[in-house]
């Protein structure tokens, strides 16, 4: 079956180190992968899109790669901030012909001053 | 730009009685519209999703349903809640629906608890 995986331990950092969450994905081809930022009792803020043919993508702070051989994604946050303490979320979306987009369960990230 | 306003933010109710979730969006025409349900540790689970007035698409089989009375209006209802019904419940609105290379927005979200 489809299955999203995220590291379900939280990760913990010092303030001005970078920040790296992993998203692992089994029996499924996305055409985009998404991250999503989520703070406690609000709804998931979209932060960045990467499709299947690109390798990276970078906003701010913010870089997120996409292996569709590894069949993973990786979500660095550079000099990150202790402002960046939250959980993120990583989605999968496929091309066409569904209606169905499957999200990881997050990782909860605390950045310490 | 576009905005979602969902309500209420948090509810409690008892077990048996009904339930009436309002979502509306601000700023498009014609949305393609999502209610997605998030339990503690889970990933989103999509519940469904309305690509116009009155279609709607049900994803899982439930005690719950959704109507779409008007354009930027998706309801979410139940007639009788069940203790599994509670959870963290997302309307959401996407770009061109799914696949098409935009990201959602989602509402702020409401915290059922069913006693």
């Known amino acids: 079956s489809q299955k999203i995986e995220q590291n379900s331990e939280a990760l913990n950092i010092q303030e001005g180190k970078t920040a790296t969450l992993t998203c692992n994905y089994t029996?499924?081809?996305?055409?985009?992968l998404q991250w999503y930022r989520q703070d406690p009792g609000r709804g998931p803020v979209f932060l960045l899109l990467?499709?299947?043919?690109?390798k990276e993508k970078r906003k701010e702070r913010l870089k997120v790669t996409f292996d569709t051989t590894l069949k993973q994604s990786l979500f660095h946050i550079t000099a990150s901030q202790p402002a960046d303490s939250a959980t993120y979320l990583c989605?999968?979306?496929?091309?066409?012909?569904?209606?169905?987009?499957?999200f990881g369960a997050g990782t909860r990230l605390f950045v310490k001053a | 730009s576009q905005t979602i306003h969902q309500w209420p933010a948090t509810l409690v109710q008892p077990v048996g009685s009904p339930l009436s979730l309002e979502c509306t969006v601000e700023g498009t025409s014609n949305p393609n519209l999502y209610w997605y349900r998030q339990a503690a540790g889970r990933g989103l689970q999509l519940l469904f999703y309305?690509?116009?007035?009155?279609?709607i698409s049900s994803e899982v089989p439930q005690n719950l349903s959704a109507s779409r009375p008007q354009d930027r209006q998706f309801i979410l209802s139940s007639k009788k809640l069940l203790l599994s019904d509670s959870g963290f419940y997302l309307c959401a609105w996407k770009e061109g629906g799914v696949g098409v290379g935009y990201g959602y927005t989602f509402g702020s979200g409401t915290r059922l608890t069913v006693v």
């Open positions: 309305s690509v116009g007035i009155g279609q």
């Open positions: 029996n499924y081809s996305p055409a985009y």
């Open positions: 990467i499709r299947e043919n690109e």
């Open positions: 989605a999968l979306d496929k091309r066409a012909g569904g209606f169905k987009t499957i």
